[in-house]
C-alpha cells in the first residue's frame, strides 16, 4: 500500500513570489505520481503528471514538478504566483499495478497582494 | 461535452434518512469512483467501480453502497445517515487503468454537500 505526507496545510505567500509545496509518497513498487488543484467550491482537476522519463514533468498554469526517487519526493513549484493561484493542493500517488490513487491532505496555497 | 455530473450539489439530511447521490459520466470511461473530502484530511476512497456490474471497497466503505448498472452512472447510496457521513462526496471517473497503457487520470464532477442533522 502506498501513501501520501503532505507536510505543510497552509503556505501564504505574496504575490509575484515564489512557491515550493511539498509532497513525500512511500510505496514499495513504482508509482505514478500526480498533482491536483481545487478551486474554491469546485471539484478537482488535474495540474501535472509523472508517468516516467523526464523527472522534471510541467504542468498547466505555469506549475512544475520534479519527481525525486530517492527522497521518494514530487514537490511542486512555480517561481512567480498570481492571486488566481489561491487554491487547495493535493498530491496523490497510483501504484502501477493497481487502479486506484491515494491522496495526500492538501496543502491550501493563499496568495496575498 | 458535460463530463461528470453530480446530483443534487446540497443536501440536508436527518439522522436515519436515507438517499441517494448520483453521479453520470458521459466520457465511456470505464472506471468510476467515490471520494469524501473531509477538512484537513484530504480524500478518502468509499467505493470504485472498473466497469458495468463490477463494484469494489475503497478505503472508507462502511454505511454507503454502490451499483453500476450501465457505464454511465454510478449512483452512492446512504441507508442509515449518520452525522460522521457530513462531507463533501466527489464522483470521478477514468479512462485508462495502471493496467494498461497509462496511468489513471480522474477527472472529477463538481461536489454533493451533504449534511447530516
Known amino acids: 500500500a502506498q501513501s501520501v505526507t503532505q507536510l505543510d496545510s497552509q503556505v501564504p505567500v505574496f504575490e509575484e513570489a515564489p512557491v515550493e509545496l511539498r509532497c513525500n509518497y512511500s510505496?514499495?513498487?513504482?508509482?505514478?505520481l500526480f498533482w491536483y488543484v481545487q478551486y474554491p467550491n469546485q471539484g478537482l482537476q488535474l495540474l501535472l503528471k509523472?508517468?516516467?522519463?523526464?523527472?522534471l514533468v510541467k504542468g498547466i498554469n505555469g506549475f512544475e514538478a520534479e519527481f525525486n526517487k530517492s527522497q521518494t519526493s514530487f514537490h511542486l513549484r512555480k517561481p512567480s504566483v498570481h492571486i488566481s493561484d489561491t487554491a487547495e493542493y493535493f498530491c496523490?500517488?497510483?501504484?502501477?499495478?493497481?487502479?486506484?490513487?491515494?491522496f495526500g491532505k492538501g496543502t491550501m496555497l493563499l496568495v496575498s497582494p | 461535452n458535460a463530463g461528470v455530473t453530480q446530483t443534487p450539489k446540497f443536501r440536508i439530511l436527518k439522522i436515519g434518512q436515507s438517499m441517494t447521490l448520483q453521479c453520470a459520466q458521459d466520457?465511456?470511461?470505464?472506471?468510476m469512483y467515490w471520494y469524501r473530502q473531509d477538512p484537513g484530511m484530504g480524500l478518502k476512497l468509499i467505493y470504485y467501480?472498473?466497469?458495468?456490474?463490477?463494484?469494489d471497497k475503497g478505503e472508507v466503505p462502511n454505511g454507503y453502497n454502490v451499483s453500476r448498472s450501465t457505464t454511465e452512472d454510478f449512483p452512492l447510496r446512504l441507508e442509515l445517515a449518520a452525522p460522521s457521513q457530513t462531507s463533501v462526496y466527489f464522483c470521478?471517473?477514468?479512462?485508462?487503468?495502471?493496467?494498461?497503457?497509462?496511468?489513471?487520470?480522474?477527472?472529477f464532477g463538481a461536489g454533493s454537500r451533504l449534511t447530516v442533522l
Open positions: 470521478a471517473s477514468s479512462e485508462k487503468t495502471a493496467l494498461s497503457s497509462g496511468a489513471n487520470v480522474l477527472t
Open positions: 510505496s514499495s513498487v513504482s508509482v505514478y
Open positions: 509523472y508517468l516516467s522519463g523526464s523527472t
Open positions: 496523490a500517488v497510483s501504484d502501477r499495478g493497481y487502479s486506484t490513487l491515494t
Open positions: 466520457m465511456n470511461h470505464n472506471y
Open positions: 467501480s472498473v466497469g458495468a456490474g463490477i463494484t
